[in-house]
């Protein structure tokens, strides 16, 4: 069937090269590679998870020492509360531990 015989479709482009034509197929396998790329990573769950831990874990170890020092100096500043709620805590373990029985 040549264009002539179609009805309705699109203009022809001009004819291209054998060189444009290899150029183009070369820039669609590029597209289509990272296209195919972009939607393994997008698939890939376990890696998604294991990149979220390991920020997760980074994100932890940075802040935990200054908290746990800062923590620590107000304690020694202030025990009052800790001490306070260091009883509720022993007391609601020691009502829970005693109901079960």
Known sequence: MDE???QGSPAVEEAKSPEEIRADIDRTRVELGDTV???GRKTDVKGQAREKVESIKQRASAATPSSAHEAGAVAKRNPLPFAIGAAVTVGFLIGR???GD
């Open 4 to 6: 002539g015989t179609r």
């Open 37 to 39: 790329e972009a939607l």
């Open 97 to 99: 531990i005693t109901k």
